[in-house]
C-alpha cells in the first residue's frame, strides 16, 4: 500500500488561497448559495432537536477567502463574532457596531461578551480541513487558542468543496470540527 505524505500547512495553505483566487465569481455565488442552504438545513434542525429558545451562535466576517454566510431566518439567534484583542487572543462580542480590526476583517465593537463554552453552536471558516475535520487556518492560531476548551460537536466548518480534505500535517492543538460544510455536503466526523 501505497504511503500518503501529508503536506506542510504552509504548502496547503498557498495552495488553497490559490484555489480561491481561481475561482471565477459565477463559481463562487453558485457554491456559496449551495453552502447557505446547507448551512440553514443544519441549523433548523439542530434548533430543532435541542428545542431550545434562543440559541447562541458564534458567526464570521468573510473575507476574499471564504463563503459569506448569513445566519437563516426563522431561527431565534444571539450571534457573536471574533475580535482580536492580542497577539494571541480573541474575544466573542455580541456586536453594535462594526470596526475593520489588524488584519483588515470587520470585527465587532461591543461591550456584551460571551465564553466559548457558552455557545450552543459555533461556525468557524477555514482555508480548508483535514478528513478528520481538523482547520487549516491562516496560522496565527487565533481560534484554536480561544475555542480549545469547546466540544467539537459543537463547531461547524465552513470551506470550499476543493478544500475539503485537504492533506496537511495537522497538529494536536488544531482545532477540531464534529461537521464540515461545503457546497457539495455535510460531511460528520464524530456521529
Not at 433548523?44 to 440559541?55: A, D, T, V
Not at 460571551?114 to 492560531?141: C, H, M, S, T, W
Not at 495537522?170 to 482545532?175: G, V
Amino acid at each position: 500500500m501505497e504511503k500518503i505524505i501529508s503536506e506542510s500547512k504552509a504548502i496547503a495553505r498557498k495552495k488553497a488561497k490559490s484555489l480561491i483566487a481561481n475561482m471565477q465569481s459565477s463559481e463562487k455565488i453558485s457554491k456559496t448559495k449551495k453552502i447557505t442552504d446547507l448551512f440553514t438545513e443544519h441549523i433548523q434542525y439542530f434548533s430543532k432537536q435541542n428545542n431550545r429558545g434562543k440559541l447562541n451562535v458564534l458567526m464570521y466576517q468573510a473575507d476574499q477567502w471564504e463563503p459569506l454566510l448569513d445566519p437563516p431566518n426563522g431561527i431565534e439567534f444571539e450571534i457573536y463574532y471574533p475580535r482580536v484583542v492580542s497577539d494571541n487572543e480573541l474575544e466573542l462580542v455580541k456586536p453594535i457596531s462594526w470596526n475593520i480590526g489588524r488584519y483588515g476583517i470587520r470585527e465587532p465593537a461591543g461591550d456584551e461578551l460571551i465564553q466559548p463554552g457558552e455557545l450552543d453552536f459555533l461556525v468557524i471558516p477555514g482555508l480548508g480541513f483535514d478528513i478528520n475535520g481538523a482547520r487549516l487556518g491562516r496560522g496565527k492560531g487565533y481560534f484554536d487558542k480561544c475555542l480549545e476548551s469547546v466540544d467539537a460537536r459543537k463547531i461547524l466548518g465552513i470551506t470550499w468543496s476543493f478544500c475539503f480534505p485537504l492533506n496537511f500535517q495537522s497538529e494536536s492543538h488544531d482545532l477540531r470540527t464534529g461537521k464540515v460544510i461545503t457546497d457539495l455536503g455535510i460531511f460528520s466526523f464524530l456521529d
